[in-house]
């Protein structure tokens, strides 16, 4: 069975630091790009970050940059979002999501969830003092 777990939500003080993680099951992510979403209360989904399946091309949304790191370690079949400096309008929940292919393609642009075929259940992060 297919499965994508995050893990590592929860709640933290504004400047603080979250990382997540995103563990595969049934399925090896080697030939995958992974990207990482977020969805707050009455908002769309979004692209945040997305990596290749080599993790030699990343991309970020304009809310992460410089503030969130993605990276992988296929060796682990597990992705990881490192977010750094965090904001109360980070306040969302966050799903991993991955897609067969090693083209740059995937993670290239505004991120969108189409794109991709495998969903985790999603982790919710809350930023509040």
């Known amino acids: 069975q297919v499965q994508l777990v995050e893990s590592g939500g929860g709640w933290m003080q504004p400047g603080g630091s979250l990382r997540l993680s995103c563990a595969a099951s049934?399925?090896?992510?080697?030939?995958?790009?992974i990207g990482w979403f977020r969805q707050a209360p009455g908002k769309e989904r979004e692209g945040v970050a997305c990596?290749?399946?080599?993790?030699?091309?990343?991309n970020y949304a304009d809310s992460g940059k410089g503030r969130f790191a993605v990276s992988r370690d296929n060796a682990k079949n597990t992705a990881y979002l490192q977010m750094n400096s965090l904001k109360p309008e980070d306040t969302a929940v966050y799903y991993c999501?991955?897609?067969?292919?090693?083209?740059?393609?995937?993670?290239?642009?505004?991120?969108?969830?189409?794109?991709?075929?495998?969903w985790g259940q999603g982790t919710q992060v809350t930023v509040s003092s």
């Open positions: 999501a991955a897609v067969m292919g090693t083209s740059d393609f995937y993670c290239a642009g505004a991120i969108p969830s189409q794109r991709f075929d495998y």
């Open positions: 049934g399925f090896t992510l080697d030939n995958f790009a």
């Open positions: 990596i290749s399946s080599s993790g030699g091309s990343t």
